[in-house]
């Protein structure tokens, strides 16, 4: 396979995937992004045609996190530990509700070297079925079914914490 024609296939495979995907360069600039990626931000941004290659990820989150928002904070220090090396990956749960649905996202940043250039892959999958599961079984599990009230198992765990 010819370097062009490789190129396209493995973009093609990036786009079939539903997870939203970014590569960034350890300065946080994107260099790419898959098409789930675009159609995530149109959807919830309306951002229209960004071109992602003038976008600096790092710089997003900080921006984020020095609004007070918690899981920017915990993304921006596990990005720029992934960048310097000092962990190999890094794994963040986080909410992303809009006035519609509640959603999930899991969010991992991995890196990768390709001929001395290093790279760093960035992916949210949307994990809301598996929270609203877990939402409902804790709901089952503490709460008495017929009254709806809190169970001893539910004040057992808030004596706990206390």
């Known amino acids: 396979m010819d370097k062009l024609i490789s190129e396209q296939f493995y973009k093609s495979a990036l786009n079939a995937l539903v997870e939203q995907i970014a590569i960034i360069n350890s300065d946080g600039r994107i260099v790419f992004v898959n098409d789930s990626w675009k159609r995530f931000s149109d959807q919830n941004d309306g951002c229209g045609d960004v071109d992602w290659h003038q ?3 790092i710089h997003c989150c ?3 996190a020095s609004n007070g928002d918690t899981d920017a904070i915990a993304v921006l220090d596990g990005l720029k530990k992934v960048i310097s090396q000092s962990i190999k990956d890094f ?4 909410p992303c509700h809009c006035p519609e649905a509640k959603r999930w996202f899991l969010m991992r940043v991995s890196s990768f070297s390709v001929g001395g250039e290093q790279g760093f892959i960035v992916t949210h999958s949307d ?3 598996r929270k609203l599961a877990e939402e409902e079984i804790f709901k089952l599990a503490h709460r008495d079914e017929l009254t709806q009230i809190a169970n001893r198992r539910h004040y057992d765990l808030k004596v706990e914490q206390q």
């Open 127 to 129: 994990i809301t079925q």
């Open 91 to 94: 794994v963040h749960e986080y």
């Open 62 to 64: 900080e921006s984020a």
């Open 55 to 57: 976008s600096n990820y």
